[in-house]
């Protein structure tokens, strides 16, 4: 009897083809299990980690998760990316090649080991996961700070400030921005660049000069405006040009979902 | 009639809409800036913790190369952490809220075998928000890197800079017996020899991706009479003769994009400044003049070249247009004013001025056309290169007998030696990786 004549008596709902049938689905099941983490696309934190529930709340750590194995939700800290291929000093022949440069010269590999991907294990991985904010796992661990939350994406606290420090901390899309750090080394940043102009006139002592713009995620800056010009274009336009002289600023900190953020500066002059 | 009120219907409506636009603003994120000017922030590194009894030199080490590289910058003052409590791997950052330090790192650090694990957190202390957090599991021997590769992260996430803690000088040194390039860290660290050989190896100038270098030799078939430039690729060994026409090849500067070498060459009799592609080909003079015109050097935003010449009677520095027009002089003070060197961002441009038998280096705003004289007083100082992030200055200077390499603020403050051994002269800074 042959195998096709078998399998052709075979009705579809005997039990041996269901077992057939049964077995060679499992088979595929364990297969497609085995080479899933090598051929689905790898996700990113973000794709873990949702946006948070109520705002009032504080983020109190982030750190960079990474890759993992493939397919493994990004729980771990990231190994910082590995610098240029091994590399010396080349000789320039064997007369000339000068002693030791191996030892001097060459950097790590380029490819992490596998031995080197982070592990669960790791203390700073507990400790983000029981204190700090984890992103890119989908919990919230923002802790209250008592203020109510406005659209779901709010990691919490306003930043609040006075002098030259920050002011009222919103993004473009009204969310607050719980960064004070960040806020701060942005205007020590302008403060840095802003060359104040020579002003003439005498009167009055102090000249204010508001100036909108927006940070890219990236730390580039667009839509640069005089919102509230100080009557003295000299000084609009130092103001202006501290901000362009300040570019690129500091990257948005990766806790912060928005795609930019959008700052009022008000530039004072004092004679 | 019916016309004219449905005009001023028209004008209610739009005034109170107009009024809204022009009120309403958008959120943003609010702040004020006096123009005080820029303060370091205190910072904290307290001392490491050690998860493996071994690692403790290492865990120094790190510590020490970090803190350093956070002071050379600028942007911090490092607290003394002594009278602080060891991270003794529990985050606990009220620990460090008595201390005006703005910003706390927090250092862990275990062996296994010849490599050493690095858990590095930088921290704003009010907030508790942890600013950048990195894993590292390098050889025990890149200790000292991975501290550069840290600190250039915290400089990247506090103020979008890229750091010079990876950074790499190049400087011509004869401590071997003859006159050879070598390469070393930005803070003085890992000097190695990149060329040798019995030719004088002169004036090295690092490519803007920091793998090749171009210096002036001399041909042993020209009888030490004859200058070549020689592009050399650092780290896979290639040399090429880039230009070995005429006796007079010297002062090789790369073009801002790597592509093109500007140099001086005696080859039609005059000095005079000539571009080359990186390849040898298209020479193209861009200068015409019977004085002597040399050391040119380029803006790396505007790709205008600044060089010294003595057309007006004495060396001084003059500024052109990369095809040689639009010829400007720049400088008026002084006798004798050489070695132009424009900062990356093209804002200022160092050069040295000679009063009495020495040289020292000035600063010009190009905006302004302020000077800023940065030495004084301290032996001859000569050849200044600016680092990649346009606030420090590299030259050589024989304070202390003979020459050595230094760098220094853009202000002229905070000097430190990077070179001792024989005489170390024209460096040339470029980014790390």
Redesign the interface.
Known sequence: MSAQSIAVAQPRDSFPFMLVMSISAHVVAILFALVAPYILPKRTPSEFGGPGGSGGLKVVGVIDFGKGKPGKPATTPKTEEEPAPARQIAKVNKQEEPEDLKSKLTLPEEKPKKKDEPTAKSTLNQKERKNDGEFGTGKDTRKESGQSGTDGKGFGIKTAGAGNGPGGAFGTGGTPFPFPWYVENVLSKIELNWVKPYVQETTPQEYYCVVYFVITRAGQVRDVKVERGSGIPSLDLSAESAIQSSTPFPPLPNQWLEPDLAFRVNFTYTR | MKSFLGFLVLIAVLIPSFGQTQTE??????????????QP?PALIPKPFV?TPDAGPAAEELATVLGSDLYNSDYFEMLDASSYPAYN???KLSDYKTSRA??VALL?LELEGTQVNV?A?F??V??????????????R??VR??AH??GD?IL?????VKGIF?SKLAFSSDRSGNRDVW?MDYDGF?Q??????KNINLSPDLSPDGKQVVYTTYSAEQAATGQLLIV????????STLYSQGTLNSAPAWSPDGNRVAFTSNVKGNAEIYLINKDGSNLQQVTFNRAIDTSPAWNPKTGQIAFTSDRSGNPMIYIMNEDGTNEQRLTYVGEYNESASWSPDGRMLAYVSRSGINFDIYVVDM??NVVTRLTQNEGSNENPCWSPDSRHIAFASNRTGKYQIWTMLFDGTKLRQLTRDGNNTSASWAPG?
């Open positions: 603003e958008k959120p943003a994120v609010g702040g004020t800036v006096i123009g005080s000017g820029f922030i998860a791997g529990q985050i703005k910003y862990k858990e957190r921290y704003d009010q907030s508790e928000q942890l600013v950048v957090g990195k894993v590292y599991k390098w050889d021997k890149f890197h991975i590769r840290f992260e990247y996430r506090l103020w979008g990876t390469l890992n190695t020899q990149v060329t040798k050989s050399y690729n650092i780290y896979d060994g290639k040399k905006a302004s990786e």
